[in-house]
């Protein structure tokens, strides 16, 4: 990537929509608008639309911050250059066949969201040469009320193309324009794959952290690991049938450093499950059963976690 390049010398300009007022949706819209990209924000009916700012905790600090809130307009969505979608990986198909009729067709929707199976259940709503991209982000954030949050973790963002075409200016102007506002951010031909290793780590750690109430550092106990070894060898059977390959030692080893890196944490499945919010079990440990049945290979472990927590929750 060329230092010198900045993203109005491409044909993307700065036009955002961030629909979704979560952590990560805030943390975004924090970093575009302290770069003046022109950037608004959709959130639920929650918020009402009289809310004018919202507050911003910054890593390693910890005074409060308030700033302005620019609520999304209809015209700012059919304007958009990008429209970052950070709702729940179950909302987003309602929020997505909702903002259709008003995208454009060269607006760049980017999914932000955990688990898989998501682009498929929008990419009906939308044209087939939508450019549609994953963001995969590992900042840390929490969220200590509606429209406040603290950035409790540098992370990175990985974006990578789902559908439709970029140009190799447009790849390059969309990741300076992540750079520039939160730092680091990297642009993957084959972010498949990187899906894949997120929902393996998020496989093993959301459902056991959720089920037995602890950090993601207990994960790693030896009486876990035969569940562990289990859900592992599932996920990488049904993922070499969708073409992804994972040596089992290489992975094992990943999701037992995330669950050491983050030993602290609460899961995000944790904490649904704590606060008896719908979970993303369905398209997680579910997205797993899913495809063993399409592919007719037995996915036990993730089947019974799925059916466990949604017993515990969704119903
Ligand atoms: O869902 C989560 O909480 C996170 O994806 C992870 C990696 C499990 C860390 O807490």
Same mark, same amino acid.
Request: neutral net charge; proline residues 3%; contains cysteine.
């Given at each position: 990537?060329?230092?010198?390049?900045?993203?109005?010398?491409?044909?993307?300009?700065?036009?955002?929509?961030?629909?979704?007022?979560?952590?990560?949706?805030?943390?975004?819209?924090?970093?575009?608008? *302290?770069?003046?990209?022109?950037?608004?924000?959709?959130?639920?009916?929650?918020?009402?639309?009289?809310?004018?700012?919202?507050?911003?905790?910054?890593?390693?600090?910890?005074?409060?911050?308030?700033?302005?809130? *620019?609520?999304?307009?209809?015209?700012?969505?059919?304007?958009?250059?990008?429209?970052?979608?950070?709702?729940?990986?179950?909302?987003?198909?309602?929020?997505?066949?909702?903002?259709?009729?008003?995208?454009?067709?060269?607006? $760049?929707?980017?999914?932000?969201?955990?688990?898989?199976?998501?682009?498929?259940?929008?990419?009906?709503?939308?044209?087939?040469? *939508?450019?549609?991209?994953?963001?995969?982000?590992?900042?840390?954030?929490?969220?200590?009320?509606?429209?406040?949050?603290?950035?409790?973790?540098?992370?990175?963002?990985?974006?990578?193309?789902?559908?439709?075409?970029?140009?190799?200016?447009?790849?390059?102007?969309?990741?300076?324009?992540?750079?520039?506002?939160?730092?680091?951010?990297?642009?993957?031909?084959?972010?498949?794959?990187?899906?894949?290793?997120?929902?393996?780590?998020?496989?093993?750690?959301?459902? $056991?952290?959720?089920?037995?109430?602890?950090?993601?550092? *207990?994960?790693?106990?030896?009486?876990?690991?035969?569940?562990?070894?289990?859900?592992?060898?599932?996920?990488?059977?049904?993922?070499?049938?969708?073409?992804?390959?994972?040596?089992?030692?290489?992975?094992?080893?990943?999701?037992?450093?995330?669950?050491?890196?983050?030993?602290?944490?609460?899961?995000?499945?944790?904490?649904?499950?704590?606060?008896?919010?719908?979970?993303?079990?369905?398209?997680?440990?579910?997205?797993?059963?899913?495809?063993?049945?399409?592919?007719? $290979?037995?996915?036990?472990?993730?089947?019974?976690?799925?059916?466990?927590?949604?017993?515990?929750?969704?119903?």
């Amino acid at each position: 990537m060329k230092n010198s390049l900045t993203a109005s010398t491409h044909n993307l300009s700065k036009r955002i929509v961030v629909v979704g007022q979560g952590a990560i949706g805030l943390l975004y819209y924090h970093h575009f608008s *302290q770069q003046n990209y022109q950037v608004s924000l959709q959130a639920s009916t929650s918020i009402s639309s009289s809310t004018t700012s919202y507050s911003f905790t910054a890593y390693n600090t910890t005074t409060e911050h308030n700033f302005l809130l *620019q609520h999304t307009q209809t015209v700012d969505i059919q304007n958009a250059d990008i429209i970052l979608i950070c709702v729940k990986s179950y909302q987003a198909a309602v929020v997505i066949e909702q903002l259709a009729p008003l995208i454009k067709p060269k607006s $760049i929707i980017v999914l932000a969201h955990n688990g898989m199976g998501v682009y498929e259940e929008i990419k009906g709503y939308l044209p087939t040469t *939508q450019p549609i991209l994953a963001l995969l982000t590992t900042h840390g954030c929490l969220r200590n009320k509606p429209l406040a949050i603290t950035h409790t973790g540098i992370g990175k963002t990985d974006i990578g193309l789902l559908n439709g075409n970029l140009s190799l200016d447009t790849i390059e102007a969309l990741t300076l324009l992540f750079n520039q506002a939160i730092p680091v951010a990297e642009y993957h031909h084959n972010i498949n794959n990187k899906q894949w290793l997120k929902l393996a780590i998020n496989c093993v750690i959301n459902p $056991i952290t959720a089920l037995h109430n602890i950090e993601n550092g *207990q994960v790693n106990q030896y009486k876990f690991t035969p569940l562990v070894t289990k859900i592992l060898e599932e996920v990488i059977a049904v993922a070499k049938k969708e073409g992804v390959t994972f040596s089992f030692d290489k992975l094992f080893e990943v999701v037992h450093g995330v669950a050491t890196a983050t030993a602290k944490n609460s899961s995000s499945m944790r904490c649904d499950v704590i606060a008896k919010r719908v979970t993303e079990i369905a398209y997680i440990n579910g997205y797993i059963h899913r495809l063993g049945e399409k592919h007719g $290979i037995a996915t036990v472990e993730n089947t019974r976690l799925w059916q466990q927590i949604t017993t515990l929750t969704d119903t």
